[in-house]
């Protein structure tokens, strides 16, 4: 695998990752939340938090994901676990364009109703940086469904670089993956309200659904291509 294929893959994986919004829409949750209860300071302590629990949550599932590949797949995966990954990736886009977002205006997501309620409920009642911590890590673990495969197809592409760009490329998976969060805190900070936040993604759902499939499967695309038909 050339490092430059490695990076497209990394980068790819990044992108599609960011365009997942079960991070997103918990933040807003928070933010929401904390707005009405505490001073901004507060609030933006509470903002950062939850962006070092996000943060911390990819890092690691990266490094999981690595480790798993060192001790149990040879610092790699093999022809056909690597196509199987690519149609994975062709599904999961499927399954995004269909089922990710329920049907309707609003800005529902797939998540069951047990899951949802109990988001609602830790966003709603978080006071600390701890709490907030804790809802971004939970909040990504809520996402692994889709997101797991992500995670394995990059560790496979950063096993691959020298050892010395490794780290790097964790950090810039992780950097790309919050980069909408980092967005979206900043409009809130330049004076957006959640209120019109919340109505530009419940008017671009459909432009969000097609863009989150579009990017899986171009990955799984890519893979194929490069890393399946490139080696037969």
Avoid: D
């Avoid at 069951?112 to 909040?139: D, H, M, Q, W």
């Amino acid at each position: 695998m050339s490092n430059l294929v490695s990076l497209g893959i990394v980068l790819l994986s990044a992108f599609a990752y960011a365009s997942l919004q079960v991070n997103l829409g918990c933040f807003l949750l928070l933010y929401h939340s904390s707005v009405g209860k505490h001073i901004r300071a507060k609030t933006r302590t509470l903002a950062t938090s939850y962006l070092a629990g996000v943060s911390i949550f990819i890092v690691l599932c990266l490094a999981a994901a690595g480790f798993v590949l060192l001790e149990f797949f040879n610092s790699a995966l093999s022809l056909w676990q690597i196509s199987a990954l690519a149609g994975g990736l062709v599904a999961a886009s499927l399954l995004i364009w269909l089922v990710y977002y329920r049907f309707g205006g609003a800005t529902e997501l797939w998540l069951p109703e047990s899951v949802k309620k109990f988001l609602y409920s830790r966003a709603k009642s978080t006071n600390n940086p701890v709490e907030s911590f804790s809802l971004g890590l939970v909040s990504c673990f809520a996402e692994l469904p889709f997101s797991i495969i992500l995670f394995c197809i990059s560790a496979n592409s950063l096993l691959s670089l020298p050892s010395q760009y490794q780290f790097a490329g964790i950090c810039f998976f992780a950097f790309i993956s919050i980069l909408p969060l980092l967005i979206l805190r900043l409009c809130l900070r330049k004076g957006s309200s959640i209120v019109s936040i919340q109505r530009w993604r419940t008017k671009n759902k459909l432009f969000l659904r097609i863009l989150s499939g579009t990017l899986f499967l171009c990955l799984g695309i890519f893979i194929f291509v490069f890393e399946v038909m490139g080696k037969i």
